[in-house]
């Protein structure tokens, strides 16, 4: 079964930057075949929702979305030559800390609703702290 594995988390001070990338377990999954997506987990709180990255068009530029609280701060992308999808995350915030996820959706519509993503990773932990 084919599995997404997230890499790069750590711990950061406030106004820090971290990458995360995310690949999949076996070389034919195509992540440039599926919506991305990256979600987060706080300590007793609800996953949600961070950025998304719609299905690698030859024709069409990538569209992205994000949650408000990241707009401006964090960006996501691919790198296909890799089949890797990177977040890459600015300014960082004590409230950003969370287990973030990597997901992938094999739908057609941008969406940041987590039931339309099939496919998850395990997770990886940020810290940002003084």
């Known amino acids: 079964q084919v599995q997404l594995v997230e890499s790069g988390g750590g711990s950061v001070q406030p106004g820090g930057s971290l990458r995360l990338s995310c690949g999949a377990s076996t070389a034919a999954f195509n992540l440039n075949h599926y919506i991305m997506g990256w979600f987060r987990q706080a300590p007793g709180k609800e996953r949600e929702f961070v950025a998304a990255?719609?299905?690698?068009?030859?024709?069409?530029?990538?569209?992205?979305i994000y949650e408000d609280s990241v707009k401006g701060r964090f960006t996501i992308f691919r790198d296909s030559a890799k089949n890797l999808v990177v977040l890459e995350m600015t300014i960082l915030k004590p409230e950003d800390t969370a287990v973030y996820y990597c997901?992938?959706?094999?739908?057609?519509?941008?969406?940041?609703?987590?039931?339309?993503?099939?496919?998850w990773g395990q997770g990886t932990q940020v810290t940002v702290s003084s």
């Open positions: 990255i719609s299905r690698n068009d030859a024709v069409n530029d990538d569209t992205e």
């Open positions: 997901a992938a959706n094999g739908g057609i519509a941008l969406t940041w609703r987590s039931a339309e993503y099939g496919y």
